[in-house]
């Protein structure tokens, strides 16, 4: 009989596993420019489309800016002691994000109520329209920050982790 050859089709899932499986890695700076980008732009398409120039202006400054300090207190937070912790590490991943998330949320309440205080004993008269928006801003900023950082930040943890664990089996 004429015997045919087949190719084993299952070389090339692993193939492409292999590939796809490559080391996540936290890189702060990367996170923090995206944290600035991506609700600026956002919320600058909004005061576009709604003609709200408080709106434009908000999402370069306040918005993006909240953002951006908001990563970066954050990742630095991460990447020091408390991101090695047991607890941060072996919590369930959803618990870990929804701390930081109210962490990130406090401190952009906080931000903005020292903003506000500064910035009535500096301007007494204080008229600004945008210290109005930062009670928005600066929390909300704090928490969509916070969130998408260390939920980026647990998943290079836990991929770096398991592959470790994987290593030494």
Do not use: C
Request: net charge positive.
């Amino acid at each position: 009989m004429n015997q045919m050859k087949y190719s084993n089709q299952t070389d090339d899932v692993y193939g492409i596993k292999v590939a796809g499986s490559k080391k996540k890695t936290f890189v702060l700076w990367r996170e923090v420019v995206m944290a600035y980008a991506a609700p600026a732009i956002m919320a600058g398409i909004g005061g576009l489309v709604t003609a709200d120039r408080g709106l434009l202006i908000g999402a370069l400054t306040t918005i993006g800016g909240a953002s951006a300090l908001m990563a970066l207190m954050i990742g630095l937070l991460l990447r020091s002691r408390v991101g090695h912790m047991r607890w941060v590490i072996g919590a369930p991943h959803l618990v870990v994000v929804g701390g930081f998330a109210l962490v990130g949320s406090s401190l952009g309440l906080y931000a903005a109520w020292v903003t506000s205080v500064l910035l009535e004993i500096m301007i007494p008269s204080n008229h600004l329209a945008w210290v109005g928006r930062v009670w928005i801003d600066f929390p909300l900023s704090g928490f969509i920050a916070s969130t998408i950082v260390t939920w980026r930040w647990r998943l290079a943890v836990t991929t770096n982790f398991s592959s470790k664990r994987r290593r030494k089996k």
